[in-house]
Each structure stands twice: as C-alpha cells, then as structure tokens.
C-alpha cells in the first residue's frame, strides 16, 4: 500500500504560480495511476488532474486545462502539480490519491496542502 504525502501549498495572489508536490512511500509506486484533487471551503471535493504509471497520459478537469500540469518522476516517486495563472476559485485544500493500475476508486489519500489565491 503506498503512502503520500503533499507539500507546496500557500498563499498566492491571482495571476501567480505555485507547484504542488505529492511525495510516495511504500508500495510500487509505478503500478498506481496519480490524481489531485480539490476542496474548497463549503464545496464537494473535486478533481483536478490524473497522471497514468508512465507519465505519459495525463487528464485535466476542465477549470484548470492549460493552466495547471501534471507530472511523475517514477524514480524519485513524487507527483507534481504545477499550476500557473492562479485564480482566486482554485483555493482549496489540495489532496493527491492513488488509482491502482488505473482502475476503481482514488485511495490513499494524503492529508492534503492548502493553496490560497487572493484577489
């Protein structure tokens, strides 16, 4: 069973960039398929964005498409969300989770990081 860890989080003005990093433990890494997800204050929690075990298929919720990216590094078995052009709606409490193989539910839910976009 992996176990992640996110990091990155803060406080940013709209139009700025922060990189989220979500950092894995135990298991194999490269047999789980990486998603973020997002909640923000009063809101279901969201998804954001999907990376497949190689890196190379990636999935975007429509809000953050061409703003956000996803991607792995396998070796060093960490996950990042780099995100540009913040807007104030992308505030939330950041959480990666990890698909086995790609199918089912998200699991292993990391305690999340919180990302604040001020106007």
């Known amino acids: 069973q992996v176990q992640l860890v996110e990091s990155g989080g803060g406080l940013v003005q709209a139009g700025g960039s922060l990189r989220l990093s979500c950092a894995a433990s135990?298991?194999?890494?490269?047999?789980?398929?990486i998603g973020w997800f997002r909640q923000a204050p009063g809101k279901e929690r969201e998804f954001v964005a999907r990376?497949?075990?190689?890196?190379?298929?990636?999935n975007y919720a429509d809000s953050v498409k061409g703003r956000f990216t996803i991607s792995r590094d396998n070796a060093k078995k960490t996950v990042a969300l780099q995100m540009n052009s913040l807007k104030p709606e992308d505030t939330g409490v950041y959480y990666c989770?990890?698909?086995?193989?790609?199918?089912?539910?998200?699991?292993?839910w990391g305690h999340g990081t919180q990302v604040t976009v001020s106007s």
């Open positions: 135990g298991g194999t890494f490269s047999h789980y398929f």
């Open positions: 989770a990890a698909q086995p193989m790609g199918v089912g539910q998200f699991g292993s």
């Open positions: 990376v497949d075990w190689s890196g190379g298929i990636t």
